[in-house]
């Protein structure tokens, strides 16, 4: 593994390891216990979208593992003036031992790994928000002391975070059911893959319109944004689009009665989900929120040391 960009791109080995090498350091961090792993190491974090869990996550991990974070933003660096992503890349090697990307496109973080000789670490593209997939699977674990056999389902629309989930519950052993409206599905080429994934580690893939459908019996319920960032201007036709695939009190009832509801954060209340499910019992969106910290821990100490 010299990059960690889609986890589709790993085994369910890998997947495991990462989460155990998580829950151990978050162990280790509330036992007082240092854990330098990184020691003299310099992770840069390029960012051209806003973030507050990313952020603050990547430099509090890499300073709890004895490292030191640097904050790139395409507003101050010559990337966002057209500086080529093969210069970026060529450059900020000498220098780093890693580089987080949070972007736009995919394509340039998958050029940035492919020209950077040094590591890469997805932290959320348009297509994908696998760092936040690794701390949903940590998440779900510890609520409900497995994966394998859970259902997952996601009412919302067909973005990174649905993509990446159904990657991630495919190689974790989870059912996963996706519920979209027509309009806005998830992409094709990742159902795709996920589906082949699903059939590898024998798994369920439903993808449908019907949110009862999807939620019916799960585990684990998932939304996220109707209005993902550089979608601002399609607010209004998206909301009117995604009226029913409101996770409220009313269709959360058709899940398990124990099931857990996860949102990768920020959320927009009386939206995608509204207060009572969010705010209420079974919620779990701030274990979730910390979970980042560990779980990208785990994603840089494997990576970078
Ligand atoms: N969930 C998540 O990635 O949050 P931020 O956009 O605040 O980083
Ligand atoms: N789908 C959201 C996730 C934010 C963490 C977005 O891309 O804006």
Known sequence: MKDFISLHD???????????LAIMLKKELKAGIPHPILKGKTLGMIFTKSSTRTRVSFEVGMV?????????????????????????????????????????????????????DIPVINALTDLLHPCQVLADLMTAYEHKGKLEGLKLAYVGDGNNMANSLMYGCAKAGLD?????????????????????DA?????????????????????????????????????DEKVKVFGGYQVNKE?????????????????????????????????????????????????????MG
């Not at 059911?177 to 893959?193: G, H, K, M, S």
């Open 199 to 235: 059939k590898k580690s024998g798994t369920s893939l439903i993808i449908t319109q019907d949110p009862i459908e999807a939620m019916k019996d799960a585990d684990v319920v998932y939304t996220d944004t109707w209005v993902s960032m550089g979608q601002e201007s399609e607010k």
């Open 251 to 303: 269709l959360f009832a058709y899940a398990k009665d124990d099931a857990v509801f996860m949102h990768c954060l920020p959320a927009y209340r009386g939206f995608e989900v509204t207060e009572d499910v969010i705010d209420g019992p079974n919620s779990i969106i701030f274990d979730e929120a910390e979970n980042r910290l560990h779980a990208q821990k785990a994603v840089m100490a494997t990576l």
């Open 176 to 196: 996963c059911a996706i519920a979209t409206p027509a309009q806005y599905q998830c992409d094709a080429e990742v159902v795709e893959n996920a589906k082949a």
């Open 10 to 20: 790993i085994t369910t080995e890998e997947l495991h390891n990462l989460l155990e």
């Open 64 to 116: 709890q593992l004895g490292g030191y974070p640097l904050f790139l933003s395409s507003n101050d660096i010559q990337l966002g003036r057209g500086e080529t992503i093969h210069d970026t890349a060529k450059v900020l090697e000498r220098y780093l031992d890693g580089i987080m990307i949070r972007t736009f496109a995919h394509s340039d973080v998958l050029e940035l790994a492919e020209e950077a």
